[in-house]
């Protein structure tokens, strides 16, 4: 069988419950397993799931309209689905993705906040996503209302790479009216992301699902502004069990948008008042790399060798280079040229960043 169809029928058999087919899938790669096998792993009895699993021919069509937009499926364990994700427990089984994959191999920083956000939220939002991208980051919201809105879009200004995660199926956006956002996205050279069928309408109960994958590709999450009561506390817990970094912004003492801000900031989550709080907590994130057996088995033989193993995450400026390798500047240049030439490394503002996130 077609193995794109089979990936999409494995995740419309099991979505919304896609972490239950991530489960199946370390036991049972999905090229080497008959699709009848995976029954015992469905969510529930509905017929529906079950007739997916004997009819993959149906879903035949569907397949064809969505890969003409650009759609595939990654399933857990094929080699360009994203590290970060399949180090979680509850990793999704297959994701659709419209755009580069290897952009979710990158380092990314997620952007949460408010729906509703103030005019200070979103030129926040817009100001440190410019920043972040023109310094290497992809920045990877969720294509709402808002925080998320504003970031994507400070990422495009920047020319930078930007991650749109959905709650919804690949045939749709929501909200309607950010069409022309998602459109933008892929032509920035970005992505669209969803581990939800095709079919599956936006629902307030996949949201906190939605949100476990933002954090879970980044880095670190940045709530901009948040409500004592909302899903963005809820993707900064989420990202903090997931082990990685958690920034919020303080705001006004008055403002009820910045109170669950100073929530986060009393229990623990760092200060985020300019770029530089977040460069200055590379080192959290390379404990980060450190700690993921799906990146480290990512990394080929050639990865810690030479200059490759003086490079850091994000931006690596000609001096820190210089510092960290004791190479002369000449002969750094001429090692930096062949390493571009070689796909290896690119050129960023500011200096250089490892090709696919594995800097």
């Not at 494995?10 to 008959?34: H, I, K, N, Q, V």
């Not at 699902?209 to 909302?230: C, H, M, P, Y």
Request: net charge neutral.
């Amino acid at each position: 069988m077609d193995a794109q169809l089979k990936r999409l029928v494995l995740c419309a058999a099991f979505s919304p419950y896609s972490a239950r087919l991530g489960r199946a899938l370390r036991e049972c790669p999905p090229d080497d397993t008959p699709l009848e096998h995976f029954r015992p792993w469905l969510p529930n009895n509905n017929r529906l799931p079950a007739r997916r699993l004997r009819q993959p021919e149906a879903l035949r069509e569907t397949l064809t309209a969505l890969s003409s937009l650009g759609w595939r499926w990654l399933a857990l364990g094929d080699d360009d689905y994203p590290p970060l994700l399949a180090d979680l427990p509850d990793a999704p089984g297959v994701l659709a993705v419209r755009g580069d994959p290897a952009i979710l191999a990158g380092p990314q920083l997620a952007m949460v906040g408010a729906r509703a956000a103030s005019a200070d939220g979103t030129d926040n939002a817009f100001r440190f996503a410019r920043s972040l991208a023109a310094a290497g980051f992809a920045i990877t919201s969720g294509l709402a209302l808002g925080v998320d809105a504003a970031a994507h879009r400070g990422a495009l200004a920047a020319c930078g790479a930007t991650v749109a995660v959905l709650g919804n199926g690949p045939d749709r956006i929501y909200p309607p009216h950010h069409r022309k956002l998602a459109h933008q996205i892929i032509e920035g050279g970005g992505v669209l992301v969803t581990e939800f069928a095709p079919g599956s309408q936006p629902r307030r109960e996949y949201f906190p699902a939605r949100n476990r994958v933002i954090s879970g590709l980044s880095f670190g999450t940045i709530v901009v502004e948040a409500a004592l009561r909302s899903g963005s506390l809820i993707t900064a817990r989420t990202a903090a069990e997931q082990g990685r970094e958690v920034f919020a912004i303080p705001g006004a003492l008055h403002n009820p948008l910045s109170k669950g801000c100073h929530r986060l900031l009393r229990d623990g989550a760092n200060w985020l008042e300019s770029v530089d709080d977040v460069l200055n907590a590379f080192g959290d994130f390379r404990r980060t790399l450190a700690d993921s057996p799906a990146l480290s088995a990512a990394r080929g033989p050639d990865d810690t060798t030479g200059l490759l193993a003086h490079f850091t995450t994000g931006i690596n400026g000609l001096d820190d280079l210089a510092s960290r390798s004791g190479l002369p500047m000449t002969e750094l240049a001429e090692q930096l040229a062949e390493l571009e030439l070689d796909g290896k490394i690119k050129r960023v503002t500011g200096g250089y960043s490892r090709h696919r996130g594995l800097a």
